[in-house]
Every structure is written in structure tokens, then in C-alpha cells.
């Protein structure tokens, strides 16, 4: 038995589907994409992250696994996913700090 559908339950099908591709998508994005790690909280503190590693000097950054100190940043941690300016973070339960920042917990990417 073949059914056809009619032009009406076609434009009410397409509609529904307008509505819910939104709701999907917003279901599936990142729950860390606006939730940016201030420098202030108790873990950041904690940890010596500040967003700009290069406007604080009196931050020491140690030598670690063959990588110069100066040469540490959150954008080449192995702790950090993203490729933006932004990018979320293990250590912080993926919440997002920033490419040009740094912390105690930096480690080489592998
Ligand atoms: S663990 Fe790495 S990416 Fe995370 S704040 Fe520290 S240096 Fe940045």
C-alpha cells in the first residue's frame, strides 16, 4: 500500500523540522563554549594562570620536558584543545582559557 503525503503535511513536516534543527544544535554545543576561567577564581590562583603569560615576567616559568619556560603557552599545552584565541582546558573541566595564557600545570603536547 503506498501513501502519498499531501503538499500540506509536506510544509507542516519541513516546519517542524525548522523548529527542532535549532533545538538540536544547541543541544549538541559545547556546554564550555561561554565559560571562560577568570583569573580570580581559587583554581587559577591556585594554579598561577593568568590569561597573558607575557605581561607578567614575575611569573616563573620553568624548563619543562625539553621546553623553555618562555616558550610555554596555553595554545601549545597539552592540556589545551582549542586552536583559538580561546580554548578549553583539562585541568579546568574544559572550561576555556586563553591561547597566549599559562598555568603551573602546563605540559608539551606529544
Ligand atoms: S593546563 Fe595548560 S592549557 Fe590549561 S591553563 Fe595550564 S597551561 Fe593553560
Redesign the pocket.
Known amino acids: 500500500m503506498e501513501r502519498k503525503l499531501s503538499r500540506r503535511q509536506l510544509l507542516r513536516g519541513a516546519a517542524s523540522a525548522a523548529v527542532l534543527i535549532p533545538v538540536v544544535q544547541l543541544g549538541t554545543r559545547p556546554a564550555f563554549a561561554d565559560n571562560k576561567v577568570s583569573e580570580d577564581e581559587p583554581m587559577a590562583q591556585a ?1 598561577n ?1 593568568v590569561h597573558d603569560i607575557d605581561a607578567h615576567p614575575d611569573i616563573p616559568r620553568p624548563d619543562r620536558s625539553g621546553v623553555a619556560g618562555a616558550d ?1 603557552y ?1 595554545y601549545n ?1 597539552g ?2 584543545v582549542g586552536e583559538d584565541d580561546w580554548g578549553p ?1 583539562s ?2 573541566q574544559n572550561r576555556l ?1 586563553a591561547g597566549p ?3 603551573t ?3 608539551p603536547r606529544s
Open positions: 594554579l594562570y610555554q596555553c599545552c592540556l589545551y582546558c585541568i579546568f582559557v595564557g599559562w598555568c600545570a602546563w605540559v
